[in-house]
């Protein structure tokens, strides 16, 4: 079965400064993508960064980018330059390619302090 | 906004009754999932459906079902509520049925169901 574990119950970070979150899944498959999904207050999923396993290259958005270590099955999130538009709670997640169900860590609640 | 509707955005109501969520997704998704996010059990899938028919089935209970319309819009159903189906119930859609593809899974805002 695939699990995602987020370790970080909580983290907070100085406004301007830099966080990285972390994620470690558990699979068997080979061909699969890693998301990191942002739930601000308003409660709405928002996507923030996606990750295909078979590419080697980490995925960057803007201030957010991603250090993704396959045989470590690791997948954390870096969040650059840190805004206070940023707290929230950040959730990663795992699918399978050919597979429906999008598997959530349990979430890491951001604060960013001014 | 994702582009993906539901409603309502909250709901109370008593143990034992049955309610509706209703969900439209992104104008040219076919895939409708639905999600549950409780306290204590965090994001759980429940149900996929692709252009009218299920797809996938996760953790969702035989208290619960779901279908998709022909005009691709999507209802869960939840009956003999308990007091601990108390949750956030999201909606999400996407173009095609797996993630492959570009194919990313976006999310309504949810609707909050409280029972009391």
Same mark, same amino acid.
């Given at each position: *079965?695939?699990?995602?574990?987020?370790?970080?119950?909580?983290?907070?970070?100085?406004? *301007?400064?830099?966080?990285?979150?972390?994620?470690?899944?558990?699979?068997?498959? @080979?061909?699969?993508?890693?998301?990191?999904?942002?739930?601000?207050? @308003?409660?709405?999923? !928002?996507?923030? !960064?996606?990750?295909?396993?078979?590419?080697?290259?980490?995925?960057?958005?803007?201030?957010?980018?991603?250090?993704?270590?396959?045989?470590?099955?690791?997948?954390?999130?870096? !969040?650059?330059? @840190?805004?206070?538009?940023?707290?929230?709670?950040?959730?990663?997640?795992?699918?399978? @390619?050919?597979?429906?169900?999008?598997?959530?860590?349990?979430?890491?609640?951001?604060?960013?302090?001014? | 906004?994702?582009?993906?509707?539901?409603?309502?955005?909250?709901?109370?109501?008593?143990?034992?009754?049955?309610?509706?969520?209703?969900?439209?997704?992104?104008?040219?998704?076919?895939?409708?999932?639905?999600?549950?996010?409780?306290?204590?059990?965090?994001?759980?899938?429940?149900?996929?459906?692709?252009?009218?028919?299920?797809?996938?089935?996760?953790?969702?209970?035989?208290?619960?079902?779901?279908?998709?319309?022909?005009?691709?819009?999507?209802?869960?159903?939840?009956?003999?509520?308990?007091?601990?189906?108390?949750?956030?119930?999201?909606?999400?859609?996407?173009?095609?049925?797996?993630?492959?593809?570009?194919?990313?899974?976006?999310?309504?805002?949810?609707?909050?169901?409280?029972?009391?």
């Amino acid at each position: *079965a695939q699990t995602v574990t987020q370790s970080q119950p909580e983290m907070s970070v100085q406004e *301007a400064e830099t966080v990285t979150l972390s994620c470690t899944y558990d699979t068997s498959e @080979s061909d699969y993508y890693l998301f990191w999904y942002k739930q601000p207050p @308003s409660r709405q999923m !928002i996507l923030v !960064i996606r990750q295909e396993a078979y590419k080697q290259q980490n995925a960057t958005e803007n201030r957010f980018s991603v250090n993704f270590q396959k045989a470590a099955k690791s997948f954390s999130l870096k !969040i650059s330059d @840190s805004q206070l538009g940023d707290a929230a709670m950040y959730f990663c997640a795992y699918r399978r @390619s050919n597979n429906n169900d999008m598997r959530f860590g349990a979430g890491t609640r951001l604060t960013v302090k001014p | 906004d994702s582009g993906v509707t539901q409603t309502p955005k909250h709901l109370i109501t008593a143990t034992g009754q049955r309610v509706t969520l209703r969900c439209s997704p992104r104008s040219g998704d076919l895939s409708v999932y639905w999600y549950q996010q409780s306290l204590d059990q965090g994001l759980q899938f429940l149900i996929q459906y692709y252009n009218g028919e299920e797809r996938a089935k996760g953790n969702i209970l035989e208290r619960f079902s779901a279908q998709q319309f022909p005009d691709l819009h999507s209802e869960l159903n939840l009956s003999s509520l308990e007091l601990g189906d108390s949750a956030l119930y999201f909606c999400a859609s996407s173009v095609g049925l797996t993630v492959s593809s570009g194919n990313t899974i976006y999310f309504g805002e949810g609707s909050w169901l409280t029972v009391v």
